[in-house]
């Protein structure tokens, strides 16, 4: 007996809806039908560059299409914010952003992008130390001898950073406003052209993130005088923290993470979490990343957004205190 009219309607209305509801299904479980673009806001070779290369490659092997990896410094980390948050929604391009991102809102008086309204929390993946380096021909070897000697040598001293504004700008900022120091910033686009200018000689001290001075370190080309963390490193258990030394209290780290534009499904934005946390977690990863300096960390997308509203606050008071603008 062959179904009635409206029967065959009712029937071909819930194949449809089925359909419908199967297509997201079957759209993340596609994911990804092509190579995925990693942007990195910073150059080459630098602390930020090092971590996001080995999560790139991670990646590639556990899903089975290329993450390519795209530089797009400049502006504090602004400029790859940007080209980011006006591409497609569509999972394949990926920010892979650090604590500038909560930096920038504060020291620019325009944005050409909103960070919570124009972007979308992946994960959060790591967090580096910073460390006070100085050149050799820095006749101190403790963090008091350094200050005396700037001190003593008022203006004759520059320090760089990875750019205006960047973590490693304020928090040297911080620490030559707390001792009374009159020294010069000089700006660069990233760590690596900084650190090389700092071997050379042509600025004098910086606070560098660990994993990218670390190399200079350990062939004594740079000194290593503090480091930033809460507590001493396991890799540097003799070097002291600023806080111990002559900042109580004083904490700061680089840390990093990967977002996406928003209105990214959110099953793409589900799977690409699984994975940077799969990663992470994975015992060559973290063995890779301690080598580096760097503690790897992972979220949900929701923790991760929860720490980016806590670091736009935070970075907020932080930068009104100092007085620093970039505009």
């Keep these: 007996m062959k179904p009635s009219l409206s029967r065959r309607r009712c029937l071909a209305l ?15 479980q596609a994911y990804p039908a092509k190579p995925i673009t990693m942007v990195i806001p910073f150059p080459p070779g ?7 290369r080995l999560l790139a490659q991670k990646m590639t092997a556990q ?22 948050s006006k591409a497609p929604a569509d999972g394949y391009t990926l920010l892979y952003n650090t604590s500038s991102i909560t930096l920038s809102p504060a020291l620019y008086k325009s944005m050409q992008y909103d960070v919570l309204r124009d972007l979308a929390p992946v994960a959060l993946t790591a967090v580096v130390p910073l460390a006070l380096v100085v050149n050799p021909g820095v006749p101190a070897n403790s963090v008091q001898e350094f200050v005396a000697y700037a001190k003593a040598n008022p203006g004759r001293l520059s320090y760089g950073s990875a750019g205006n504004g960047n973590v490693t700008h304020l928090a040297a900022y911080q620490f030559v406003r707390a001792q009374g120091i009159e020294a010069t910033h000089v700006p660069y686009r990233g760590s690596a ?14 606070t560098d993130t660990i994993n990218s001075v670390m190399p200079f370190v350990k062939d004594k080309r740079l000194k290593l005088l503090a480091v930033t963390t809460a507590r001493r490193m396991s890799l540097f258990p003799d070097v002291p923290t600023l806080a111990e030394t002559v ?4 904490e700061a780290g680089a840390w990093q993470g990967v977002m996406v534009p928003s209105g990214t499904p959110a099953a793409v934005v589900q799977r690409l979490n699984a994975e940077i946390n799969k990663a992470l977690q994975s015992p060559d990863m973290r063995e890779k990343l301690a080598v580096q300096g760097a503690e790897p960390l992972g979220s949900t ?16 008071s932080v930068v009104k205190a100092t007085g620093v603008t970039l505009d």
Excluded: H
């Design 14 to 28: 819930a194949a449809c809806a089925v359909a419908a509801l199967a297509a997201p299904a079957a759209q993340a």
């Design 46 to 52: 630098g602390p930020t560059d090092l971590v996001a």
């Design 63 to 84: 899903m089975g299409q290329s993450v390519v990896v795209d530089n797009k410094p400049g502006a504090n980390g602004n400029i790859g914010g940007l080209f980011v």
């Design 193 to 206: 052209p900084a650190d090389v200018d700092l071997v050379a000689g042509q600025i004098q001290f910086m």
């Design 247 to 250: 900042m109580a209290g004083f």
């Design 301 to 316: 997308p929701e923790e991760y957004g929860a720490y980016v509203r806590k670091e736009l606050a935070r970075w907020a």
